[in-house]
């Protein structure tokens, strides 16, 4: 059996700073749309 590198690599990095930049859309995305009277899921 292969034992897999378990080492994390730059593209485990870049994978972290793209889900948090798309988490942080999110975020302000919802506050803008709170400016406009939206009130989210009901």
Do not use: E, H, K, R
């Amino acid at each position: 059996m292969s034992q897999q590198n378990s080492d994390p690599t730059i593209y485990d990095g870049l994978m972290f700073v793209a889900l948090a930049a798309v988490i942080v859309g999110i975020v302000f995305l919802v506050l803008t749309l709170g400016q406009y009277g939206w009130s989210g899921p009901s």
